[in-house]
């Protein structure tokens, strides 16, 4: 077992269930927990700040935030991703696929209810260790990380579904349950504050014992992406140049080797949600990314096979690119670890997503690859955070430079492939960026939320059944909907 991991699980089930207890809505726990510390007796000493805080980092990689409500909302929408399986199976992703998703639909309720309960966690660190009497340092590093995670969350929420309730303590009594919708502005200013605050405290990095706590970097870098989505194109090119300036994150050399196990936290790595494999604690522990994406052909199975690449995605690619490869798993190939992938049986995808591969040997003893960690934000989303800023504010030769820099790796050990980008027009050399979003970070679940930012959803996924004005954004779960009593209301179209 990885240490480094490991720490974020011990006893995370007794945990989740007394530090939640102070949920932020009613229907988070309908019974009360039997034989758990009650949340009065928590919140005591270093330890369990401790232990909150390595529940909360565990919690990042539950169902809801990482497997079928997440790719639901975040993946199927764009034009790189299909559902996958067989046609019959879950075929309630075909909603989000082309758009007909209702109201009703349960992946959407399991997204929100997911994060939300993310947000939880974060609030009761926030709201108990600052009046707790330890080590003044750890306990501000602590409020730190709480932050960041909540302002990640946030920012997940705010992309899919805009305004949304703003939650920043826990419900001190039954009237504080039920609150309206905050207008995403606000919304997004309060993701920023907690970025801010966050940066200001996080170290830069951390010993073996910690990888995987949020950092400095991490802070800057889900910042800047935030403020991209807002079009505040200095902050984006200040931010995205802090990281720069910290001088310990790199590309790493191979674009597909970076993604497998053995390359998590890797130097291109500025925040991972950190999974690992417990044989005696499944149901705290054990992520299930991998194991939805996983080819479903491989005997002993080592996946469902949801969340295919659409062919439109391999035609993306140029000659020589190697993140083709990186990017996609193709049934009948052979991979750089040796394993032969099966050809599709009858109604099976004939490709899947590489990004979530695990050797099928490692994925067949470890509950379907709950090892593999998921990359949130990578050192080539900062340079081309950067290029895209750079090239806003008329600082072409910059813009180049950065997006060069990504473009150089793809080309790997082929120096026909993949050439400089020496266009200087910022309306062409914008396209040309983003075209370079879309091949760098494909099936990284940011593509549909791109095109929406970018203005060109209604284009690119007319074919789909985008309409614009109503699918730049998911409908509120109408359960939440009938909890509030109204209070929340629903998004246009729905």
């Known amino acids: 077992m990885n240490n480094h991991k490991a720490y974020f699980f011990q006893a995370l089930a007794g945990l989740l269930m007394a ?17 758990q510390k009650k949340s009065e007796q928590f919140w005591k000493t ?3 700040a401790t232990m909150a805080v390595n529940a909360m980092y565990a919690k ?15 993946s199927m929408p764009s034009d790189d991703a299909n559902k996958g399986s067989t046609p019959g199976d879950a075929t309630y992703m075909n909603f989000y696929d082309g758009f007909t998703v209702t109201s009703t639909e349960g992946q959407l309720g399991g997204f929100w209810t997911g994060l939300y309960q993310q947000i939880n966690l974060c609030n009761q660190i926030l709201d108990h260790v600052d009046t707790m009497n330890f080590d003044a340092g750890l306990k501000s590093r602590y409020l730190a990380e709480a932050k960041f995670i909540r302002g990640y969350c946030y920012f997940r929420l705010v992309r899919a579904f805009g305004a949304v309730p703003l939650r920043l303590h826990i419900p001190e009594n039954t009237t504080q349950y ?3 919708r905050t207008p995403a502005d606000s919304v997004y200013q309060a993701i920023e504050g907690d970025l801010t605050d966050a940066a200001d405290v996080l170290p830069v990095s951390y010993d073996a014992a910690d990888i995987g706590h949020a950092t400095k970097g991490a802070a800057l870098a889900i910042h800047a992406k935030v403020c991209m989505y807002e079009k505040k194109w200095q902050q984006v090119y200040d931010l995205t140049n802090q990281v720069i300036g910290l001088g310990i994150y790199h590309l790493y050399p191979d674009f597909e080797q970076m993604f497998r196990i053995p390359q998590e936290n890797c130097s291109e790595s500025i925040f991972e949600i950190q999974c690992q494999y417990l044989a005696d604690n499944t149901a705290a522990s054990n992520s299930q990314y991998a194991q939805v994406q996983g080819d479903r052909d491989v005997t002993p199975s080592v996946g469902w096979g949801f969340n295919v690449p659409d062919s439109s995605l391999v035609k993306a690619y140029g000659p ?3 993140r083709l490869n990186g990017t996609i798993l193709f049934a009948g190939e052979t991979t750089p670890e040796g394993d032969v992938v099966p050809k599709a049986g009858l109604g099976s995808p004939t490709m899947y997503n590489m990004k979530a591969y695990v050797p099928f040997t490692l994925a067949a003893t470890d509950n379907q690859g709950s090892d593999q960690n998921v990359r949130v934000m990578r050192y080539a989303e900062v340079l081309l955070m950067h290029g ?5 504010l008329g600082k072409t030769a910059e813009a180049l430079a950065a997006v060069n820099q990504v473009r150089e790796r793809a080309r790997g050990s082929n120096a026909g492939a993949v050439p400089d980008l020496t266009e200087t027009n910022p309306d062409s050399l914008r396209l040309d ?16 939320f791109d095109l929406v930012r970018q203005g060109r959803a209604a284009d690119v996924l007319k074919a789909k059944g985008f309409q614009q004005g109503k699918n730049e954004l998911m409908p509120i779960p109408q359960n939440e909907i009938d909890l509030s009593g109204g209070l929340l209301t629903q998004n246009p179209g729905y």
């Not at 169902?63 to 975040?74: D, L, N, R, T, W």
């Not at 895209?388 to 806003?392: G, I, K, P, S």
């Open 178 to 180: 039920n609150l309206p």
């Open 60 to 74: 990042l990689h539950s169902y809801e935030q990482v497997a079928f409500p997440a790719i639901a909302v975040e």
């Open 388 to 392: 895209e800023a750079a090239n806003e």
């Open 46 to 48: 270093e330890n369990d």
């Open 19 to 35: 530090v939640m207890l102070g949920s932020c809505s009613s229907n988070f726990l309908d019974v009360a927990p039997q034989g």
């Open 433 to 448: 960026i983003w075209h370079e979003r879309h091949l760098e970070l494909a099936m990284e679940f940011d593509r549909f």
């Open 320 to 322: 020589g690119d190697t």
